[in-house]
């Protein structure tokens, strides 16, 4: 708030001077060398109203002068209250709006001192152009000393890339650079005492002189200036713009550009389809690293705010066409837990997404809920108003692809949000039992909306084996499909593969995935049992000697077998029950464990049977066999039982309830055949093959 104390010390700080004059901002044109410029509140300190714009053009009244501003001896407090805009002061180097901006101060951000350059002086006569605009919630208090000097006459800064032709230069992240300025000039009589490069990137070196090596570290846009300073402590105000233009990091995304673990003699694809070139722009975006967790509680929803402020005043969203996308980079194990939305600055907001995908999987995250909370890899989604491919929901799936999805809301609904101003991203995660992180995320607005905003993406050569490989042991490529390779693994061991691929700017990245093969031990010596089988008993037969890393088998029945007792594929007992016809056989088991499965063992097996020796074997008669139908059966018992009718398939076609010693049977409705009668005679079973004809 507006000290009236410090007011009236202002006031006298601004009156000391013998008979200076003081103009208010809205004074449109002011020609003075020595005064005061105050706000509408003038000398008495009342400050500024609500919903001012003014603008003053401030010249010397002498030619050959610098017009001056000196903030720092007087107050300045803007208001910050209410909506966006909020309350700013703006100067121009030059006589109107259309010359350079100077800088724009809001709250008690002082301009400082603020002067024209020599350039305005020669060109434009060494005005300045100020404008002050106050939105309708709160006032404060600026002014500013008034003064006029002869400006010294600038050295001309003047340097090139070596070995560049043209602009921008395309560099790769860590080439070293070379600079040179020694085609700087100062003026007549002076010398150039120190050159001072900023690079761009947060690097400045005033040590190294006309010539400097740098090597940029990230990927992106780079302007290199370089300010001089002679030895009359005159300093450049002209700039170089030596612009560079760094290559950016793909982004290789894809389930099978994962670490995996293969058994020894399965083949390994290698599929790099999923790797994307990385688009740099200079909008910003709020980056997290490896990922800030999402809360996995309905109550407590995921808020993050990218402040925009370098948009044109009262700029608002009239298009939206001119919001190009909003993007996130995350990862979560269960889509349809959560809910996105978009916030602007005047609380109008769009779903993004809202439920629906069920367990999808957002980029490569960890299953379920992980403790402590542990990160996968976050893959890059957007929100695009021209996508054509559906919502999230409407792509599920086991991972949901990188790329532009349509919001769940039209994105129209931010038609008339400020530009300026806080811009939330918020993810709800509803449920339990999942969660996930997100690792950055952003807003892409047209670079027309935004003053010097530029962006750039890198081609990836992806259709050239020169450009785009895999290398490593025993791999298979095709030329036609450089992005896909076949690994074989005759032997165990880890072995790397490492995928790479040059872009346009001549960059060359690589990923590296490690297949590390196992070989347990999963030998069998063999199968115990009777390799000759007479008559339709039960049989046990047994693997015998497994190895150590052995968890389970696999039997494999010949033709027309069934099994005698429950089915237990991972037993190394097998009982079974042959087929009724004579024949050679082969029985075969492999073992299992560690995920691998091992090689085959296989028994030659002999079935001898017949219709006298079942008959006789098993104390029971049937007839007539064959028969057209009826049939009669003669058993010892007549305890209650069932009896069920198999075909020389194994399947189960009849049951029918047996009681007494002589029961009859009528299967007129099955097909000519041979089929089996089977039932338990107390704990004996009985199997009786039957023909009927027709």
Request: with cysteine; proline share 7%.
């Amino acid at each position: 708030m507006w000290n009236p104390l410090f007011a009236t010390l202002a006031t006298l700080v601004l009156t000391s001077a013998a008979a200076q004059d003081s103009f208010l901002i809205s004074e449109p044109e002011i020609n003075t060398c020595q005064a005061s410029l105050q706000d509408t509140g003038g000398e008495a300190g009342g400050g500024y109203q609500n919903n001012e714009n003014f603008i003053t053009v401030i010249c010397p009244d002498s030619p050959g002068m610098a017009v001056s501003l000196n903030f720092n001896a007087t107050p300045f407090n803007l208001s910050l209250s209410g909506v966006e805009p909020a309350d700013r002061l703006s100067i121009w180097d030059g006589p109107n709006e259309t010359h350079p901006l100077l800088g724009s101060w809001t709250g008690n951000d002082s301009p400082g001192i603020v002067s024209a350059s020599y350039v305005n002086v020669q060109n434009t006569g060494g005005c300045l152009t100020v404008r002050f605009t106050s939105n309708s919630s709160g006032t404060g208090r600026f002014a500013a000393f008034i003064s006029c000097a002869v400006p010294c006459e600038p050295p001309t800064a003047s340097a090139i890339i070596v070995g560049a032709s043209q602009l921008p230069v395309l560099a790769c992240q860590n080439e070293a650079i070379t600079f040179d300025g020694s085609a700087s000039t100062a003026v007549e009589g002076f010398s150039i005492a120190e050159y001072k490069w900023d690079f761009g990137d947060g690097t400045v070196d005033s040590l190294s002189g006309t010539v400097v090596n740098h090597a940029f570290t990230t990927g992106g846009e780079h302007l290199v200036q370089l300010y001089l300073t002679d030895d009359n402590d005159c300093a450049s105000t002209n700039s170089v713009d030596l612009r560079v233009l760094v290559s950016t990091t793909p982004l290789f995304n894809g389930a099978s550009l994962a670490d995996t673990t293969v058994c020894l003699g399965q083949p390994v694809t290698l599929d790099a389809t999923g790797i994307a070139a990385a688009n740099w722009s200079a909008m910003p975006n709020v980056d997290f690293g490896a990922g800030l967790y999402l809360p996995d509680d309905a109550s407590e929803p995921f808020l993050s705010t990218l402040t925009l402020t370098g948009f044109a005043p009262d700029a608002t969203l009239q298009d939206i066409a001119d919001l190009a996308s909003i993007c996130v980079s995350m990862e979560h194990s269960y889509m349809g837990d959560l809910l996105i939305s978009m916030i602007c600055p005047n609380g109008q907001n769009v779903y993004l997404h809202a439920q629906g995908g069920g367990g999808t999987f957002l980029g490569l995250a960890l299953d379920g809920e992980t403790d402590p909370p542990t990160p996968g890899v976050c893959w890059n989604y957007c929100w695009d108003p021209d996508a054509t491919n559906g919502t999230w929901a409407e792509n599920e799936g086991e991972i949901l692809p990188s790329g532009s999805y349509q919001s769940v809301q039209p994105m129209t609904q931010l038609i008339g949000c400020p530009l300026n101003g806080d811009w939330t991203f918020s993810v709800t995660d509803l449920f339990g039992a999942d969660d996930g992180f997100v690792c950055s995320w952003g807003i892409n607005f047209d670079p027309d909306l935004y003053p010097g905003a530029f962006t750039f993406t890198p081609v990836l050569g992806l259709s050239d084996p020169d450009s785009a490989h895999w290398s490593g042991a025993n791999l298979t490529t095709d030329p036609a499909d450089p992005l896909v390779a076949q690994v074989n693994t005759p032997e165990p061991g880890t072995f790397a593969y490492v995928f790479a691929v040059t872009d346009n700017f001549g960059c060359t990245y690589d990923t590296t995935v490690t297949v590390t093969v196992i070989a347990p031990d999963l030998s069998l010596q063999g199968i115990d049992g009777p390799s000759v089988i007479e008559g339709t008993d039960p049989v046990q037969y047994t693997a015998l000697g497994a190895g150590a890393d052995v968890t389970g088998f696999n039997w494999t029945l010949p033709p027309g077998w069934t099994w005698y007792d429950d089915l237990n594929l991972l037993d190394s007992n097998a009982f079974v029950l042959a087929p009724i016809a004579s024949g050679a056989f082969q029985l075969c088991v492999v073992a299992e464990g560690l995920g691998c499965i091992g090689e085959p063992v296989c028994m030659p097996i002999d079935v001898i049977t017949s219709t006298e020796q079942l008959a006789g074997n098993t104390g029971v008669r049937v007839f007539p066999n064959p028969s057209t139908g009826v049939i009669q059966l003669v058993r010892p018992t007549a305890h209650p039982t069932t009896l069920t009718v198999v075909d020389a398939l194994g399947r189960t076609v009849h049951q029918h309830g047996l009681q007494g010693t002589h029961p009859s049977l009528d299967l007129g409705h099955l097909g000519a055949g041979t089929y089996v009668l089977q039932w338990w005679e107390g704990a004996r079973p009985h199997r009786l093959p039957v023909t009927l004809a027709r």
